[in-house]
């Protein structure tokens, strides 16, 4: 076992010292790895803290009718009785607003009170607000709904308030895919990055390696300094991402506070959790590794 701890501590600190031997190449590598790391951490941090906003907001879908304003009173209060008995295993509540109803509360607004005193009579027409019931497939049937209901007589327009609800949560889904991918991509990058430096060190001390094969070292011995050297690539560069990125979020969070201010709230971006940030700093690491002991392979035969 001392033996096993004594062959790994001479592989640690000659992966060290390779690393300090050459600074300028080790640095720029370090420096290539960590800021690729760096995106994808300021992507999760992203949606870390946009997917619990996006959650919080009530995505229970209602459906707006807008009558014809030709259309006979009580019409629109027919209409809802209708579409109450027809669609009762979708439809939540139906509520008919009348347009005198709806001027009426547009006229106690400020900004829509001088301009409302001008027209000659009522502009607006009867509406239906339906309120759909929860489900799995609420976006699908809204869009269904809507199109049925914009044939029936008597109506004039449909809209579909919360749709846009559904966008965002497509699009978090989206960006949470395309994390993947560029996680993905990252990961290309390590194995790339760290499998040139470790050849190209290899192919620099061929003739070192050749000689300490010839006094007995084994394949193991040899190609251990070179594990270690992916591997410490991998955690530097993992530790210097998250400086990155955590410096990256500071403008980001400035000007998000501003935003967030002039709609009464507090945001702020946060990095992933440090049980995330460590086991993403192993993956890498292990990432290293595999990649320098496929490189030591390939360009140091035995």
């Known amino acids: 076992m001392k033996r096993w701890l004594n062959h ?12 300090r031997s050459q600074p300028f190449s080790s640095l720029c590598n ?35 009718l807008y009558m014809e304003r ?35 509360g547009l006229r ?7 301009a409302l005193a001008v027209l000659p009579d009522n502009p607006l027409p009867d509406a239906i607000v339906v309120t759909l019931r929860q489900h799995p497939e609420i976006a699908a049937t809204s869009e269904r709904l ?10 004039e327009s449909v809209q579909v308030d919360s749709a846009w609800v559904q966008r965002l949560q497509a699009m978090l889904d989206f960006l949470a ?23 190209l060190q290899a192919l620099t001390q061929r003739e070192e390696i050749a000689v300490a094969r010839l006094v007995g070292a084994t394949e ?21 991402a998250v400086v990155a990125a955590w410096a990256a979020l500071q403008p980001l969070n400035s000007a998000i506070n501003r935003l967030a201010a002039s709609y009464g709230t507090q945001l702020a971006l946060q990095l992933p959790d440090t049980t995330s940030l460590l086991l ?4 890498v690491a292990i990432l290293g590794a595999l990649s320098a002991r496929w490189s030591v392979t390939r360009h140091t035969p035995f």
Request: hydrophobic letters at 55%; charged letters at 15%; proline letters at 5%.
């Open 70 to 104: 030709s259309a006979p009173p009580g019409a629109a209060r027919k209409l809802g009785d209708t579409l109450r008995e027809r669609h009762s295993g979708h439809v939540e509540a139906v509520e008919v607003i009348g347009r005198d109803q709806a001027l009426a």
């Open 8 to 19: 790994h501590r001479y592989a640690f600190s000659v992966a060290l010292r390779r690393l």
């Open 177 to 199: 895919m395309g994390l993947w991918l560029l996680a993905l991509g990252v990961a290309v990058v390590v194995l790339a990055t760290v499998f040139n430096t470790v050849r």
């Open 280 to 283: 993403a700093g192993v993956v």
């Open 146 to 155: 809507r199109a049925e209901w914009k044939a029936l007589e008597g109506v």
């Open 220 to 240: 193991s011995f040899v190609r251990r300094p070179f594990l270690y050297l992916g591997a410490l690539t991998g955690l530097f560069s993992s530790a210097l």
């Open 30 to 64: 370090i420096l290539v790895i960590s800021l690729s790391l760096a995106v994808p951490i300021v992507v999760a941090a992203v949606l870390n803290t946009a997917r619990p906003v996006v959650q919080q907001i009530p995505v229970s879908a209602e459906v707006t």
């Open 108 to 114: 106690q607004r400020p900004a829509w009170a001088d």
